[in-house]
């Protein structure tokens, strides 16, 4: 019986899958991330197009419609200004959102280099960069975060910077751990016995090789910084009024929880759904990139 040839016996066998591509299939694969991903980008475009999509001035006032419940004019009811609250919402996304990855910029900035220096090259500069980062551990994150905005004044740059600076610790932990477990790998070995130098072998060969989980700290942070920011900006220490801002938003809301609910509610609700759907991204990219899972 004669043996079937293939139809192409000249082409190449294909390449396997990348571990970036696998790990992007197995996001695909997880319904809980993709919803997560869905809400987020939504929650962008919001922030992006906010001009074209809030139908009135988020500052502008009006005195015969103060706190006017949710209606056909105002979809999410006025507050005790008569501005509209929608509006408000929507523009108040932009803050948030800024807050969120520009704070985590600020750690990544700061977190991975000092992290990389720590674990690659060991010794009393690891010794000393891990006892400094012991001791901002040991404050809790919203504490610290709160004293430094507080110390350069309220506005939502300087709350930026400040959750920035309170989050690099764990980038700073994070990084070093990682680190010390590539460093020893075989390949960094021989990239070593090659003759390449320290610099090189930390940007080129350790750097990329943690990046996954960096990714995932980095998504899960942003809705940590959600919070923070929000959190700030309810104590006074955040976006100044009048721009919109959710936790402004909710401080005021406090005053008129009985006669205009609808006040904390959206602000609220947007503030949930936006970390929800930060952390069930984070989630489904931590198990994307465990080589672990199918």
Known sequence: MAAVLPSNPTAAPRAPAGPWRRAGRRLLRRKAAMLGLAVVLFFVALALFAPWIAPHDPVATSWGAIRKPPSATHWFGTDELGRDVLSRVVWGTQASLLAGVVSVGISLLLGVPIGLVA????????????????????????????????????????????????????????????VLAVKVEDYVEAARAVGNPPWRIALKHVLPNVTAPLIVQSTLAIASAVIAEASLSFLGLGQQPPAPSWGSMLNTAKNYMDQAPWMALWPGLAIFVLVLSFNLLGDGLRDAFDPRQR
Request: hydrophobic share 60%; with cysteine; aromatic share 12%.
């Open 119 to 178: 674990g690659f090259f060991g010794g009393w500069i690891d010794a000393v960069i891990s006892r400094i980062t012991d001791a901002f551990l040991a404050c809790p994150f919203l504490i610290l975060a709160i004293a430094l905005a507080a110390f350069l004044g309220p506005s939502l740059t300087n709350a930026m910077i400040a959750i920035g600076v309170s989050a690099t610790p764990v980038f700073v932990r994070l990084t070093r751990g990682q």
